[in-house]
């Protein structure tokens, strides 16, 4: 408890000594509990990837996945982070084929042990959309966004900032195939949800704004994307003067 109460307040080191001890104290006196450990090593592994140490964090990763693999109980909900995390580390190295196998075996067991209508499968159907869009895969991105849009629909409603990212998201796929008007629709959804979301970061506003300014310029709309344009640049330099006191 008290190394995730350091992560949440930006003590990394102290919240990595933290869990560090916890994994030497958990491995005299929690042998027979193998979930509980994988998820020690699951939470030092975010800190070490938080830390930029990558190398750390895949061995992190993987012996939490070994460990929780070892359960004779339901290890999807464990299982599935792990994973998704491993696929963050070889995203960053660049080992394409590994990231997208780890990214689909995390949907595969959260879908498996949750639901494919679990809340839980949308962050994961969002990686593999923009894995696939950022790898030019744009009807498999199309596929995971559209399924991640729809679930957080039905599970939020429709003004969810949740459902607008997936929204935008959407839309932004949707442009690159030259779907206009539905792209059009989604983003113009997603502005209109985000504008009023109130502790939303900014800075999701002025994504949508930029790219929705895109399909517009591509449409010969170069008023209204102009002004997009402006207030997404006045988003990001009120960001970017705003100082936080802590």
């Known amino acids: 408890m008290l190394g995730h109460l350091y992560q949440r307040t930006g003590k990394i080191r102290e919240s990595e000594k933290t869990l560090d001890e916890a994994l030497q104290l958990g491995a005299k006196l929690l042998a027979d509990s193998p979930l509980h450990m994988a998820d020690l090593y699951n939470d030092l592994g975010v800190l070490h990837l938080k830390n930029g140490n990558r190398t750390q964090a895949e061995k992190d990763f993987k012996k939490g996945l070994e460990l929780a693999q070892k359960s004779p109980r339901d290890t999807?909900?464990?299982?599935?982070?792990?994973?998704?995390?491993?696929a963050s580390v070889y995203y960053g190295q660049q080992k394409w084929s590994l990231a997208e196998s780890a990214m689909l075996q995390s949907l595969h067991v959260t879908e498996e042990s949750l639901g494919s209508e679990h809340p839980d499968v949308c962050p994961l159907l969002n990686n593999l959309g923009v894995f696939y869009f950022l790898k030019g895969r744009l009807?498999?991105?199309?596929?995971?966004?559209?399924r991640a849009f729809f679930l957080r629909r039905k599970t939020f409603g429709t003004e969810s900032p949740q459902t607008a990212l997936s929204a935008a998201n959407l839309a932004e796929v949707l442009a690159a195939e030259d779907k206009i008007d539905e792209a059009a629709i989604l983003f113009a959804e997603a502005l209109k949800t985000q504008d009023g979301a109130p502790g939303l970061e900014r800075s999701q506003v002025a994504s949508t704004l930029e790219k929705f300014a895109n399909l517009l310029r591509r449409t010969n709309n170069s008023a209204l994307a102009g002004e997009m344009e402006d207030r997404a640049n006045s988003i990001?330099?009120?960001?970017?003067y705003t100082v936080s006191v802590k």
């Open 76 to 86: 999807g909900p464990h299982i599935g982070p792990i994973l998704a995390n491993l």
């Open 139 to 146: 009807a498999e991105a199309e596929a995971m966004h559209r």
């Open 236 to 240: 990001r330099l009120e960001s970017a």
